[in-house]
């Protein structure tokens, strides 16, 4: 068990760092009108923080339902499992090793409302 404590930590500093540069890009459109204002690590999660413009109608408000949080939750899962970039993949497999989770934080710009979506690494198989 102790001589897989430094391989995990080296894990942990190069997930961070490969975060720290990924933040760096930031803000960045990843659709039309959702911008990625942050990524950051707490804790063992990784927190990308979303802004939603809400002017075509729909709100996080109106979002934020177990049966919504479900679809996008396996929407975002199924995007990363086939997206075949291999930094993507790179990445992914840095969660698994690290055991850690993608949590995507979602906040109407209107309604100030928030949503937040987990994805345990074990999700990510």
Do not use: W
Request: net charge negative; glycine share 6%.
């Amino acid at each position: 068990v102790l001589l897989l404590i430094p391989a995990v930590c080296s894990k942990k500093a190069e997930l961070r760092m490969g975060i720290a540069v990924a933040n760096r890009k930031c803000p960045m459109e990843i659709e039309k009108g959702m911008v990625v204002t942050e990524i950051a690590m707490h804790g063992d999660d990784i927190v990308y923080s979303c802004e939603m413009d809400e002017t075509g109608g729909i709100s996080i408000c109106e979002m934020n339902n177990p049966y919504v949080k479900a679809v996008m939750k396996e929407a975002l899962i199924m995007g990363l499992r086939f997206n075949t970039d291999s930094e993507t993949q790179d990445f992914i497999e840095l969660i698994k090793d690290t055991e850690s989770t993608i949590v995507c934080k979602m906040t109407g710009t209107s309604s100030g409302c928030e949503m937040s979506i987990p994805v345990r690494y074990t999700e990510l198989k």
